[in-house]
């Protein structure tokens, strides 16, 4: 009964937004050039138009966003670490539905996470015209030349060839990345497929102090600038043609305040909470330079923008260089929560991890000022300029994104009813206000601060059954965990025991869309392989 309800409901709200959109078709602006600014690990505390008097750091850029545009207070990344975020916004498939393909190097020398033929962003608004670009940490994985013939790592790669497989193979027409984290080796730009600079350097930053190959001139605290100045030159060579009917996709991928924690000497000093919040402040300009370079080009008007955050905090980062346990929960003592009311942090199941910033601006559409409380995905990105820019996509293309154009123009209108969600262990399902985290605990190993970790959390579960337990049981009390997130958002009451038959049917709707490889109407999809979201329960909890 239940799957039928969900598709029912589903349909009718893709329905409605098909109605509303054609209402106002006639009304529409011109295709608007779209710019997404992505952070990475920024927590929804750490903007203070979100995290408000619990913030402690200014961030103008954000702010200047929110006023002009819309704030949404439901926006979820489809996991909290970076790769599978990444994936989801890139193709509107949830990344659980992709197999990791083998094999696989290091850091940023990691294999291409996605097919050359994926259909991604970057593919959809290329066939509708519009000159693409990607500048900052890339993340999907590459294929680089070798001079051995072997996979790529650390002492074998050919620096003066090409990549054979980069963000030019996935329909970005101009690209400037790094291509992992910026703790993460290599330490070298790479424009249209091309390294830059000699990289025949031995370099490691604070953090982790990762040392591998590194350009001789790549310096970490550089960085965000440089990024900065390549999305300003970006939207500078394309003005012209955007002002003459030529729309651009420019998507602006930051590494920051991921750690290292490494703000420039512009920045170092500025805030009130030492050498994260400085990061988090230049992390913010990056946004305010791209809001300017629009301004100065006179596509301010004509240009939507969309920043949000690749999922939430991570605790390790703080006042500190080194990647240290529970450092930002030093931060809490001084007012400043940068998950903001929420429980959890990056890797989590818990909202911290999961719930991000996410602002549009898009004059002419968007009411200024304006808030939407409606359930939004990072994945919904690409269903949402398809439908921007009229592109017609087939049933196999983006599965699992829903456009949120009707909320855009209006707060009012249908979002999605449903959506899975990721930690690096377990799987949760929201239907409406609830959520249900597949799991007892954080669904991380906590090996920075998370709690409870998931062993722990494990053991505690299975001491309270009194046995060990079948499969089945393991989708029941005490192994996971029910939040009405409309009365308890910070998620403090398990509601699970209380509510069997509700954990029951959004196990159905989890179920459901996991067999149908899609969780939009459409016909069904296969994954690319088996989904288990029991796989790695510790064996001391299940029945032989």
């Known amino acids: 009964m239940i799957r039928d309800l969900s598709t029912l409901i589903f349909s009718s709200s893709v329905l409605l937004s098909g109605l509303l959109v054609g209402q106002t078709q006639a009304s529409s602006p011109p295709r608007p050039n779209i710019v997404f600014v992505l952070a990475d690990d920024l927590g929804i505390g750490d903007v203070r138009c979100y995290g408000e008097d619990r913030c402690q750091i200014d961030t103008p850029g954000f702010d200047r966003l929110a006023k002009e545009g819309m704030l949404f207070t439901d926006a979820h990344t ?56 990607y500048v900052g940490k890339w993340h999907l994985g590459t294929l680089m030349p070798t001079l051995d013939g072997k996979n790529q790592g650390p002492d074998n790669v050919d620096y003066s060839k090409l990549l054979t497989i980069g963000p030019q193979q996935y329909g970005l027409d101009e690209s400037f990345v790094l291509p992992g984290s910026l703790d993460m080796f290599p330490y070298a730009f790479a424009r249209n497929n091309v390294w830059q600079g000699n990289v025949t350097a031995q370099k490691g930053w604070s953090a982790f102090n ?67 919040g400085d990061f988090v402040m230049e992390t913010d300009d990056c946004l305010h330079r791209v809001l300017k370079a629009l301004d100065k080009h006179g596509l301010a008007e004509s240009t939507l923008v969309i920043a949000s955050s690749d999922h939430g905090p991570a605790l390790y980062a703080g006042r500190r260089r080194e990647a240290t346990a529970n450092q930002l929960r030093e931060l809490e003592g001084d007012g400043h929560y940068s998950s903001g009311i929420y429980r959890g942090y990056k890797f989590s ?108 959390a494990w053991a505690i579960a299975s001491s309270a059954f009194g046995r060990q337990a079948t499969r089945s049981e393991l989708t029941a009390a005490p192994f996971v965990q029910l939040f009405d997130l409309a009365k308890d958002p910070g998620e403090s009451c398990n509601l699970a025991a209380e509510q069997p038959d509700r954990v029951n049917r959004m196990i159905e709707v989890l179920d459901q869309q996991i067999a149908s490889g899609r969780s939009t109407p459409g016909s069904s999809l296969q994954n690319d392989g088996n989904v288990d979201y029991l796989r790695g329960v510790p064996g001391f909890v299940l029945a032989k």
């Open 78 to 133: 489809a996991a909290s670490v970076c790769v599978p975020a990444r994936v989801a916004i890139m193709t509107g498939r949830y990344p659980w539905r992709f197999t990791v393909p083998r094999p696989s190097g290091p850091w940023g020398f990691l294999n291409p996470r996605l097919k050359s033929d994926q259909f991604t962003i970057g593919r959809m608004l290329q066939s509708a015209g519009y000159r693409t670009g």
């Open 210 to 276: 990762r040392v591998g190959p590194a350009a001789e001139d790549f310096e970490d605290y550089k960085v965000l600038d440089t990024f900065s100045t390549e999305a300003e030159g970006f939207i500078s060579r394309q003005a012209a043609d955007a002002r003459n009917g030529k729309p651009f996709f420019l998507y602006v991928a930051l590494t920051a305040p991921h750690t290292p924690t490494s703000p420039s000497a512009k920045f170092e000093g500025k805030s009130l909470l030492g050498i994260y």
């Open 349 to 456: 199941i818990y909202e911290g991890g999961l719930r991000v910033p996410f602002v549009a601006r898009w004059p002419g559409v968007v009411k200024a000022g304006s808030r939407c409380r409606q359930l939004v995905a990072q994945q919904d990105l690409l269903r949402t300029f398809a439908e921007i820019c009229g592109a017609n996509l087939t049933n196999d293309q983006a599965p699992d994104s829903v456009s949120f154009l009707p909320l855009l123009k209006s707060t009012d209108g249908p979002g999605r009813e449903s959506m899975i969600l990721q930690s690096t262990e377990r799987f949760a399902v929201r239907v409406g206000n609830w959520k249900l985290a597949v799991c007892p605990g954080s669904g991380c190993v906590g090996h920075y601060g998370n709690v409870p970790a998931s062993p722990t």
